[in-house]
């Protein structure tokens, strides 16, 4: 498949005929299913559902580094932040993953409003040392919750450092998520930049790569890393004054990789 853009779920802007129409187009071309859900339909989040070989997930954007995943009836919540949602609406978690412990991912207030008692919650070790409670899970740890296999990947700076010579996330602090869902595999990487780690991966089928500016990754980073694991979607996510526009040029005549776009500021 040629690389493309494309935008589906609910476009601001588009009347309903024109959306629906362009989500039938997208499906048919993708063979993937991209819909209007229940879920949330009255906040107006885009949102995606991905076929996989065990059912329909879906994917509500929720902005910045947060996302919202339902999948066979569970609900799994990534790095929930209050600025992008108002958690007392949401759908309360079967299980969540936090990447690391800077506020816009470890929001104690956000976790407080979609937990409950039955709740599992993943986090990093400084997390848990902030009083976040859950299952501690470091790089390179597997686990199975809910029927879903989850794989931590390392996420941290290389060139990307503070006055004082540190990095702004040093190695061994955050985790990516590797989640498989049947036999889909999407990788939400935190922040980091292209590392070796990153580069390695294989069989993805779905990326969401933070982008922005200084902490994580410049466009030009983002298609490195996409060149090296050519994932089949790849979500730029997190990149606040980034210009995401930049990424469609670098990978023009990818083949195999479709750039979406979605409101993850």
């Not at 187009?25 to 065990?54: H, K, M, Q, W, Y």
């Not at 599992?120 to 848990?128: F, P, Y």
């Not at 410049?218 to 089949?232: L, N």
């Amino acid at each position: 498949m040629a690389f493309s853009i494309i935008h589906t779920g609910s476009p601001r802007g588009d009347r309903p005929a024109v959306a629906a129409g362009r989500r039938r187009a997208v499906a048919c071309a993708l063979g993937l299913l991209v819909a209007a859900s229940p879920l949330l339909a009255e906040r107006n989040f885009e949102r995606d559902t991905i076929r996989t070989s065990a059912g329909p997930l879906e994917i509500t954007f929720l902005g910045h580094g947060t996302l919202m995943m339902a999948w066979k009836g569970k609900i799994i919540h990534i790095d929930p932040y209050s600025a992008v949602a108002d958690y007392a609406q949401l759908p309360k978690a079967d299980f969540v993953l936090i990447t690391h412990h800077h506020p816009d991912h470890f929001d104690k207030k956000a976790l407080e409003r979609i937990c409950t008692e039955k709740t599992e919650v993943l986090l990093t070790a400084l997390c848990a040392e902030q009083g976040g409670k859950g299952r501690v899970v470091k790089n390179g740890d597997t686990c199975m919750v809910e029927g879903i296999s989850i794989a931590a990947v390392p996420a941290y700076n290389i060139l990307r450092k503070r006055p004082d010579g540190n990095p702004f996330h040093p190695k061994g602090e955050g985790n990516g998520y590797i989640l498989t869902f049947g036999k889909t595999r999407i990788y939400v990487a935190g922040d980091t930049e292209n590392t070796p780690e990153m580069k390695a991966l294989r069989r993805i089928d779905i990326a969401f790569l933070p982008m922005n500016l200084p902490y994580t990754m410049t466009p030009e980073q983002v298609a490195d890393a996409a060149k090296a694991f050519r994932p089949k979607i790849l979500y730029p996510y997190h990149y606040g004054e980034t210009d995401v526009r930049a990424l469609a040029p670098l990978l023009k005549g990818e083949k195999g990789i479709e750039l979406r776009i979605r409101a993850m500021k």
